[in-house]
């Protein structure tokens, strides 16, 4: 099955529900729109344009996103975590948020050229990198800019109303 240059739309409203995608990677344009009212969202290893995540309860993971140039990804959560860990984004634009769940952002291995943009309500943010250059931090909770992980010439915003923002580089 092949999408090329169109929309992929799945929805699931029940906790059982589990989405298994093989999409080949000259289906990378493809728009992706998964929604879901309880169950977790896994990715894995994907290569991607544009895409929206929006899960009411469950978990949102993400590991290896490889996103393409231009493109917006965004992860929404009312009350559960988000994972992030090791994206690469070529002048591409990641937004996540979430209501009263924590948000964690790996970039051990991570190089990318885009921006990232996190926000929390209520939860705390977890950031974990092995070289970063921290340019503002007011407090561990307004707001954080990481530029320049691992030699790349992305930026991070990290942002919560109420929680800590905390960063292990």
Do not use: W
């Not at 080949?24 to 992706?32: E, I, N, V």
């Not at 561990?140 to 580089?169: D, P, Q």
């Amino acid at each position: 099955m092949y999408f090329d240059d169109g929309l992929l739309n799945l929805m699931s409203s029940t906790l059982f529900a589990r989405f298994f995608l093989r999409l080949p990677r000259r289906s990378a344009r493809t728009s992706l729109y998964l929604h879901s009212q309880s169950a977790a969202m896994v990715l894995r290893n994907i290569t991607c344009g544009s895409a929206m995540l929006v899960n009411t309860q469950g978990v949102i993971s993400v590991k290896q996103l490889t996103l393409l140039p231009g493109s917006l990804f965004n992860m929404t959560t009312l009350t559960s975590n988000i994972v992030l860990e090791a994206p690469s984004i070529a002048n591409g634009t990641v937004l996540g948020a979430t209501g009263s769940g924590d948000i964690t952002l790996k970039i051990d291995s991570a190089r990318f050229a885009g921006r990232i943009s996190l926000y929390a309500r209520y939860g705390s943010i977890l950031l974990k990198g092995s070289q970063a250059n921290v340019v503002s931090n007011k407090g561990g909770t307004a707001f954080f800019v990481c530029l320049k992980c691992n030699a790349s010439t992305g930026i991070i915003h990290l942002y919560s109303n109420s929680g800590n923002i905390i960063a292990y580089l």
